[in-house]
Each structure stands twice: as structure tokens, then as C-alpha cells.
């Protein structure tokens, strides 16, 4: 992202103000409470120094013992006081960052899952895992080096100021003369902090994104041999990150340094202006020891003052970045006012649909209607728009025109909970999560009988497997069902449909990526599946779809025929020339002789119609593909 200064213009206020408000008014009191202990652990160092002018002037000089004991007991008391309230306060402040985080992470998960499918297409996992875990935590580190160890050491250092001031108010004034000089430099320093600490959060979020592809992509990353070139955009990407990184702690520690020039030249003058004082015996070496131990003490709390500034800006940029997540809002949302959902198993109809992504139109007055409880099968060449009427009927992305209707509701017109528990969708993805199987199947159901379950693992033919698992339903699938096989993990998610129970069915590709034995029993737990619901079908291989009662032809976003598999194979048009060059290739003879006649007799004298068979040989996978 440009590294610009609109882009970090946010106010450090208004960013303080949205944490305060969002995450941490509701401890407000706990963080009150430990405001008191830390000032009270601040103001000791106070009570340190002025306590030497006693040690010096009452006890040592005069050599009286009972005021020596006085003296210790009060020294003790004050450090005894200083452990006690140091650790009351760091648990509360701890227990109170770390809550605000969870916080903060749980709900910017949430609000990130409710973005649009674009979103997420432009804003990678590894992007986002990087938001969510280090931006957040960087946010938590206020706690550590902004409120508790800076509130203390505001209290440390106004306490030593007032005891410097009551001994002295020339020595302090002599001694804070090198103040002024820190300003400009330090909103310099700040400015420059706050460039570096974005440019290496962007940095960071491109190797998450990185390390989340390769991770992903391991096989063909292996089996290309491209261990190398993944190594190398690694290592160009974090020599960048370490670059922006040193640069910006140059920053924040210069902002430190800085301090320690003013402050060096403070001693210097108050050393040469109070000590002549103390020679011409005008004041006590009591008194000056005492200014000298505030002086001293504040040097330290002054110091990480001074760096805090520059960490204030390491912590507001990744402040920025969350709350430009938080502020994004969906564009797909629930309508003001929603209509019910269809009761019945619904029939749908996609009512001249037009989509594009920018300049690619990718439906274009599409329609068709799917009956209610009867299967419909899509059809078409690969980039035809087949997935993408599965996005507009489930809302994953809406039409610039047209509309989709489910069971007379149009789809906008529901909630997007209510259009959602009206479909269940097999992929050839069959997503698994890292769980065990059951907790795969149940998905946080926790009123599903054991009989209910039974029958849909058999119903799913997830029974027949499972004898072979070591730990039944128990067993852990491991990252994305990687210990299951494809046509298992298919059955998994046909086992998960089943228990959803929705009126709708949606299966794209579903068994596409499976060997002839594993089809055979995927497709009978969808054939069991579909009992009832009004099915959608998306399939490569035409066998698969010749018994579904209606099949929609589509072409370049278009719906160019429909009808069921005998008249659209009379008809001759698109859906004949597909059927025919598929099992021609396939060498299925039988049914090239079969076809043979109609792909002859069909009416293609039409140039359009020719021209896209010629297309579509050169795209069709089952062509060039095994
Ligand atoms: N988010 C997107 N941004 C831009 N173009 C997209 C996007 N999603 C899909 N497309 C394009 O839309 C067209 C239709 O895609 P779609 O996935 O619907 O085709 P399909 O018929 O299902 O193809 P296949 O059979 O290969 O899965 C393709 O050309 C694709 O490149």
C-alpha cells in the first residue's frame, strides 16, 4: 500500500479514543484502581531522594543514631511499598491488555469473515492472518511500554521534579534548559518512526501472504522445483522487512539519545552552578545530594519517555492498519426489510442476470428455472459462468442486473442467515477442518442424536470407512482433511449436507476429482442426498448428467439452450456438439455411433455455432487434458 501521509494522518487521538471506547471503558475501573497503585509506585523514587537530604543533614552530619533508624525504617517502608504496588498494578494492567486484545481479535475475525468474496479476493490470508495476529499485538504492547511503564514513569518524574524544585528551583531550572532543543527534532524523529513502522507492517503482511502460498502449494512447489525461487522472493522481502525494521528502532532510539544530550547538558550546568554554591557554603551538601538523587533518578524515566514517543508511533500505525479493516464495510448485506424465507422445497429461477468483474462480463441476461425438488444440471465450457451463477444464487457476489429468485422470494430480499440455510454446496474442495471427524460432520450442532447420526454416516457411506480410522468419529483429520482420501473427505462434506438438511443442493464438480470406484460411491451418497431437495448439478463429464430432469447449456455467460439430455441431444446445438466430442474422445464407440447422426444432421450451418465448437476444442480440459 502507498506509503503515504493521508494514510497515517489519523489523528493519534481520535485512534486512543477508538480503543478507549471499543475495548478498555468497560475496565475502567480496574484500570483506575491500578492507575493509583502505579502512581503510588511512581512517587516513591520522590520519596527516595527527599529522603537523603534527612540521611545527610539529620543523621550523618550531626551523628544522631535514633534519627539514622528513623531514616532506615522509612527507606524500608518506602521500597516495601514500591514491590507491593508494582506487581498489584502490572497483574491488572496485564490481565486487562491481554482481555482488550482478545477482544479486539475476535472481533475483527468476525467482521472480516462478513467481508464481500472480492474483499478477500484482494486481501490474501496471509495479509489478513498478519492484521489480526501481529497488528494486534503490536496494539497490545501499549500496555507494556505506553501505560504501565509510562504512566509510572510520569509519576516518578513529576515526584523527583518537586522534590528537585523544593530544593532548588534555579538548580531545576538550570537543569531542564536543554528542553526546548528536543522539540523539533523529536516530531522529525516521530514523523520518520511512523513511515518506517507501515512500510515494515506492509512488509510483514506480503511474507505472511508469501509463507501462506508456499505452505499452501507445497506439492506443486516440490514437484516444480521452485524450493529456490520461493527462497529467493523470501529473502528479497525480509532483507526489505529488516531494513524498514532497523531504520525505524534508529528512530526510536534517536528520540532516546536525544534526551540524554539535553539531559547531559543539564548536569553540567547544574554542576557547575550548584556546586559553586555548596564551596561558598550557601547550601547544605544534604540539600545538594537530595537534588542530585532526583536528578539522577529522573534521568531513566526521562529516557524511556523519550523513546515511548517513537514507540507511540510503531503502536499508532498498527492501530491504523486494524481500524482500516474495521471501518471496511461489506457491500452484501441484509435488506432494511427483509423478506421470509420460501417454507416449501423452493424452485429457482435466475432472471436475466448480467455480472462483470471490471470490463469482463462474466453473465450476461442470463435465465433459466430450476424446478422445485427435481435436478437440474449446468452445463457448458470451462469459464462459461457455471460457478458464478452458484456465487449469485448464494449472494457471494450480486449482479449489476437481473435477479435470482428462490421459491418466489427474490434472493436480495432475504436475509443473507435466511438465503444461506436454504443451500448446501459440494465442491470438488471438500473443505475439512483441522478437528476430529465428528466435530468435522456436527459443526457446533449439539442436538443431533446418536440414531440421526448413524443413519446420515450410512447414508453418506461415511460408515463404511470409518472401521478403518484408528479413533472412529474421534479421529483428527489433520490440516484441511489431509488424512482422509479426496473421495472420504467428499463424503464427510455429504454427511455435513445431510444433517443441514436444506431444501437446496448445490454440487459443483463434486465428484470430478475421484477414480471410477470412489464416484461410484460419492455419487450414490448424492443421489441419496438430493432425495427431495431441488438440486443443481455442475459437471465436466456429461455421463454424469444425462438422467437430471433439466440441463441449462451455457456459453460465454450466456444460457443457450435447456432442455432435457434426449431433446437437447435432437435439437443438435451446443449441448450435442459437447456430448459428441467427448465421447468421441473418450472412444466410446458405441455412443459415437450413436451421435454421429445428429452432430451431421444438426443445423450448424449457422457460423456462430461452428465457431464455437472451435472454441470450445481448444478449451474444453477433458481435450487436452487427462
Ligand atoms: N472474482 C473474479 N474476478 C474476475 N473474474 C472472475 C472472477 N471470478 C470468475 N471470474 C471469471 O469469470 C468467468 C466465469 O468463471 P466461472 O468460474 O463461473 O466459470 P465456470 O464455467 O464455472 O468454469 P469452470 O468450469 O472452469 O469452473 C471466468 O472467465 C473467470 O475468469
Not at 470490463?359 to 435465465?367: F, H, N, P, R
Not at 461410484?520 to 443421489?527: C, Y
Not at 448428467?545 to 439430455?565: C, F, L, P, S, Y
Request: with cysteine; aromatic share 6%; glycine share 8%.
Amino acid at each position: 500500500m502507498a506509503d503515504k501521509d493521508a494514510d497515517y494522518g489519523q489523528d493519534s487521538r481520535a485512534l486512543i479514543l477508538w480503543i478507549w471506547h471499543g475495548y478498555l471503558r468497560k475496565y475502567k475501573w480496574i484500570l483506575a484502581l491500578a492507575g493509583v497503585l502505579m502512581a503510588i509506585e511512581g512517587s516513591t523514587l520522590g520519596a527516595i531522594s527527599y529522603m537523603v537530604k534527612p540521611m545527610f543533614d539529620t543523621a550523618f552530619a550531626p551523628g544522631n543514631s535514633g534519627a539514622l533508624w528513623f531514616v532506615a525504617l522509612v527507606f524500608a517502608g518506602i521500597f516495601f511499598t514500591r514491590g507491593v504496588t508494582s506487581i498489584l498494578h502490572k497483574v491488572m494492567m496485564t490481565s486487562v491488555s491481554q482481555k482488550a486484545a482478545a477482544d479486539l481479535r475476535t472481533d475483527l475475525l468476525g467482521h472480516l469473515m462478513l467481508q464481500d468474496n472480492a474483499y478477500h479476493q484482494t486481501h490474501p490470508p496471509g495479509f489478513l492472518i498478519q492484521r489480526v495476529q501481529s497488528d494486534v499485538q503490536a496494539i497490545n504492547n501499549i500496555w507494556s511500554t505506553f501505560i504501565t511503564r509510562a504512566g509510572r514513569d510520569l509519576v516518578s518524574l513529576i515526584a523527583l521534579l518537586v522534590v528537585a524544585v523544593s530544593v532548588d528551583p534555579i538548580w531545576t531550572l538550570i537543569a531542564c534548559v536543554g528542553t526546548p532543543l528536543l522539540i523539533l527534532p523529536t516530531l522529525a524523529a516521530q514523523k520518520f518512526v511512523r513511515r518506517r513502522s507501515r512500510e515494515a507492517r506492509d512488509l510483514g503482511a506480503r511474507i505472511a501472504t508469501l509463507l501462506d502460498e508456499i505452505f499452501h502449494g507445497i506439492i506443486p512447489t516440490k514437484l516444480n522445483r521452485l524450493e529456490d525461487y520461493q527462497s529467493n522472493k523470501f529473502r528479497q522481502s525480509t532483507k526489505r522487512l529488516v531494513r524498514a525494521e532497523i531504520r525505524a528502532s534508529v528512530g526510536t532510539a534517536s528520540i532516546a539519545s536525544m534526551v540524554d544530550f539535553t539531559a547531559g547538558l543539564g548536569f553540567f550546568l547544574v554542576l557547575l552552578y550548584g556546586g559553586s554554591e555548596i564551596v561558598a557554603g550557601e547550601k547544605t551538601v544534604g540539600q545538594f545530594m537530595s537534588f542530585f538523587t532526583a536528578m539522577g533518578m529522573m534521568f531513566e524515566p526521562l529516557r524511556r519517555l523519550g523513546g515511548i514517543a517513537g514507540r507511540w508511533q510503531v503502536i499508532a500505525s498498527s492501530i491504523e492498519r486494524v481500524k482500516e479493516l474495521v471501518d471496511t464495510q461489506p457491500t452484501l448485506t441484509d435488506p432494511s426489510n427483509p423478506l421470509a424465507p420460501p417454507k416449501d422445497v423452493p424452485g429457482i429461477e435466475l432472471r436475466e442476470v448480467t455480472l462483470a468483474y471490471g470490463d469482463t462480463t462474466v453473465l450476461q441476461g442470463a435465465s433459466f428455472t430450476a424446478e422445485p425438488g427435481k435436478t437440474t444440471a449446468i452445463v457448458g465450457a470451462s469459464g462459461a459462468g457455471k460457478s458464478t451463477v452458484f456465487n449469485v444464487l448464494t449472494r457471494l457476489v450480486d449482479p449489476q442486473s437481473g435477479e435470482a429468485i428462490v421459491g418466489g422470494v427474490a434472493n436480495r430480499q432475504m436475509t443473507l442467515t435466511d438465503l444461506r440455510n436454504l443451500f448446501s454446496v459440494v465442491s470438488q474442495d471438500a473443505m475439512l477442518f483441522d478437528e476430529t471427524l465428528r466435530e468435522n460432520i456436527l459443526l457446533g450442532q449439539d442436538n443431533i442424536d446418536d440414531d440421526r447420526l448413524q443413519a446420515v454416516l450410512k447414508a453418506a457411506h461415511v460408515a463404511e470407512f470409518l472401521p478403518k480410522l484408528a479413533d472412529g468419529l474421534d479421529t483428527e483429520v489433520g490440516p484441511r482433511g489431509s488424512n482422509l482420501s479426496g473421495g472420504q473427505r467428499q463424503r464427510v462434506v455429504i454427511a455435513r449436507a445431510l444433517l443441514r438438511n436444506t431444501p437446496i443442493l448445490l454440487l459443483d464438480e463434486a465428484t470430478s476429482a475421484l477414480d471410477a470406484q470412489s464416484e461410484t460411491l460419492v455419487q450414490q451418497a448424492l443421489d441419496e442426498l438430493s432425495q427431495g431437495r431441488t438440486t443443481l448439478v455442475i459437471a465436466h463429464r456429461l455421463s454424469t448428467v444425462r438422467e437430471a430432469d433439466k440441463i441449462v447449456v451455457m456459453d460465454r455467460g450466456q444460457v443457450v439452450d435447456q432442455g432435457t439430455h434426449d431433446e437437447l441431444l435432437k435439437r443438435g446445438g451446443l449441448y450435442a456438439e459437447l456430448y459428441n466430442l467427448q465421447f468421441n474422445t473418450t472412444g466410446e464407440s458405441a455412443e459415437e455411433k450413436a451421435l454421429k447422426p445428429v452432430a451431421d444432421d444438426a443445423p450448424q450451418g449457422d457460423e456462430s455455432s461452428r465457431s464455437m465448437f472451435g472454441r470450445l476444442l481448444s478449451r474444453l480440459p477433458w481435450v487436452s487434458g487427462p
